[in-house]
């Protein structure tokens, strides 16, 4: 079992930034695959990246390629989503979630969820 509580969120200005962190509880944080992704009001939850359990692979969607970088300390047990060059359709309720399948990129394959923070990104 793994429990997970993101933070970071809030209100930015477009071309912002904000650094979003995942604070996980439980056993073998480790050996999970960790991922982002992000839901918009009237919107289905979509992939934004995900890390592997050594974090030596990480893979992004094309929306936030080249602006955004996930990373995790496996020590301390978080995972994070740094986001830069924020723009309007950025704002979504992001979730960190974890998942035992490699290069796992689809919200069926994470087992568990966070309860997500609000990114909102003003114009």
């Known amino acids: 079992q793994v429990q997970l509580v993101e933070s970071g969120g809030g209100l930015v200005q477009a071309g912002g930034s904000l650094r979003l962190s995942c604070a996980a509880s439980?056993?073998?944080?480790?050996?999970?695959?960790m991922g982002w992704f992000r839901q918009a009001p009237g919107k289905k939850r979509e992939f934004v990246s995900s890390?592997?359990?050594?974090?030596?692979?990480?893979y992004y969607a094309d929306s936030v390629k080249g602006r955004a970088t996930i990373s995790r300390d496996n020590a301390k047990k978080t995972v994070y989503l740094q986001m830069n060059s924020l723009k309007p359709e950025d704002t979504a309720v992001y979730y960190c979630?974890?998942?035992?399948?490699?290069?796992?990129?689809?919200?069926?394959?994470?087992?568990?969820w966070g309860q997500g923070t609000q990114v909102t990104v003003s114009s």
């Open positions: 439980g056993r073998s944080f480790s050996s999970y695959v």
């Open positions: 890390i592997s359990w050594s974090g030596t692979s990480s």
């Open positions: 979630a974890a998942s035992r399948r490699n290069q796992a990129m689809d919200v069926i394959l994470y087992d568990y």
